[in-house]
């Protein structure tokens, strides 16, 4: 049976909003609501909050233990490290890498990309189109590796852009989520300040245990979310300090896609899967 670890990778060193991971809403962190739905995912067989060694970064190990799940604490800047680090350790097959302001990262899409990760033998699983902050990925350890002995390890906060545009022998596999939930214009995960007044207007909005993305879409179609679109003009960073427009980026990633292994998910998968 194959072992898939959850990698949440988190750190207290934000720039443009500080801590942001321990920002608070409805008396919960921000990494503690993560942690909730992530916890929620059937077919991760552990979780492990992924941060650094620095003394700044204590608190989130506290977090992890105070929350039931595991911890690990190594390099500074090199995720890949960690990742690799917390897979020796656990003896894992298989790792979901989960970024730790995503904090509406969703759990049945989750468990539907290790299910079919596990039944294509990829090395590497997304879901395409979802808004930004939906997402994990799954990564096999073995391509983990392959990656790890052939880019800059400084670099590896990109390794969606190492998986797509540097060559590679991964084996890559596609999931297209139903139309409804296809958003990629949409953005979810927090990084501003202006992230952080969508991500509590969400939460205050809904009240519910557990926030589902199509909550989320249901939502903004009867009344409209702060700063939820993101502009295709707007500049995003890239390895070696080299930045694109997001419309151009996501056309060139929809190239690469057409090279992968592609799954179109069933129309009604998520409502099967809901737990409320």
Known sequence: MEKIIGCIIARTSSRRL???????????MLIEHLITKIKKAKNIDL?????????EDEILLKIAEKNGIKSYAGSRDIVIDR?????DITDADNLVRITGDNVFCDEIFIDKMIELHNEYNADYTRTA??????????FSVK???????????DQTEYLTYYVYFKENNLKKLVLYPPKKFQKPYYSLTI???????RTL?????????????????????????????INKDTQIKFPHNKKKFYGEYLQELNQEY????VHNLIEDFYEKNKIE
């Open 18 to 28: 500080p801590k942001k991971v321990l920002r608070k809403i409805n008396d919960k």
């Open 258 to 261: 057409k090279k992968c292994i």
């Open 191 to 197: 990084d501003t300040p202006e992230d952080l007044e």
């Open 129 to 138: 189109s979802l808004p930004l902050g939906i997402s994990a990925e799954i």
């Open 201 to 229: 207007f969400i939460l205050e909005h809904l009240k519910k245990k557990t926030v589902y993305l199509d909550d989320i879409l249901e939502l903004n179609e009867k009344v409209k979310i702060p700063h939820l679109e």
């Open 47 to 55: 979780i492990y909050l992924c941060t650094s060694m620095d003394p």
């Open 83 to 87: 990742m690799l680090n917390v897979a």
């Open 143 to 153: 391509g983990l590796i392959e990656m790890y002995d052939n880019l800059d390890p």
